[in-house]
């Protein structure tokens, strides 16, 4: 059983296109998140939304926007894509609380290599 | 702001013991963990500290001093597969019942025979 999956696992596309990446979480979760990691492998947070509130990364351009259909699920659209997008995208999942502790593991999808030409 | 510290690349013996060193400077900390991530995969969990201390699980441990912003972990009887990156990641509450995750840059650790 895949925990949090993600499609597609690869994407190629032109310059000043708009794509979207779809995410699912069968864990229960009730926040999920989107990373990216560039080139250099630093990972770095984009969105993180759960029921109540999505907090957005402030370096994040508004080209990039989540959609959450559901509890399971955060799609990340991105509108006129530049070179600069192309990198490894990661969808996580946790649950914020349990039992009054913090439990914050986050559970990572296979990622989604991107590639702007 | 925050600020998370790992050392880029280590190299060490198959059958040795490394240990990877994290430093912080973080406001509003609720725990740190530590990831794996080989190449071309997903990061995977190893460890999380909270209180200050030793955390040991099998053949990876890892240890917190918050007063310090400090953290390591510990790869003992290394192995061949641990050649890996380690992300060091720091959590953050950030507001509203919410809390963030922000990775250190990762540390390249590989193992020789």
């Given at each position: ?45 984009m ?15 508004n ?31 946790s ?23 | ?37 080989h ?10 500290n ?64």
């Open positions: 059983d895949t925990a949090v999956s993600q499609t597609p696992k690869y994407l190629v596309t032109q310059m000043g296109n708009d794509k979207s990446i779809k995410c699912e979480q069968n864990l229960g979760h009730d926040t999920m998140y989107w990373y990216k990691q560039d080139s250099k492998k630093f990972l770095k947070i969105f993180s939304y759960n029921n109540k509130e999505l907090i957005i990364n402030e370096t994040v351009p080209r990039f926007s989540p959609k959450s259909p559901d509890k399971a699920h955060l799609n990340l659209h991105i509108n006129s894509l530049e070179l600069g997008d192309s990198a490894v995208y990661f969808c996580a999942s649950q914020q609380w349990e039992d009054s502790r913090v439990v914050n593991e986050q559970f990572f999808g296979p990622g989604t290599r991107l590639t702007v030409l | 702001g925050q600020n998370i510290d790992q050392p880029t690349e280590m190299t060490a013996t198959e059958g040795a013991i490394v240990q990877i060193n994290c430093t912080y400077q973080t406001s509003g900390f609720n725990g740190l963990f530590w990831y794996q991530q190449a071309g995969e997903a990061p995977t969990f190893l460890s999380y909270v209180l200050d201390g030793l955390e040991e699980k099998g053949r990876f441990s890892s240890f917190l001093s918050r007063s310090k912003g400090y953290s390591y972990l510990l790869l003992k009887e290394l192995q061949m597969k641990d050649s890996a990156s380690y992300l060091c990641a720091v959590v953050r509450y950030s507001g509203a019942g919410s809390y963030q995750l922000t990775f250190g840059k990762g540390t390249k650790l590989s193992v020789i025979p």
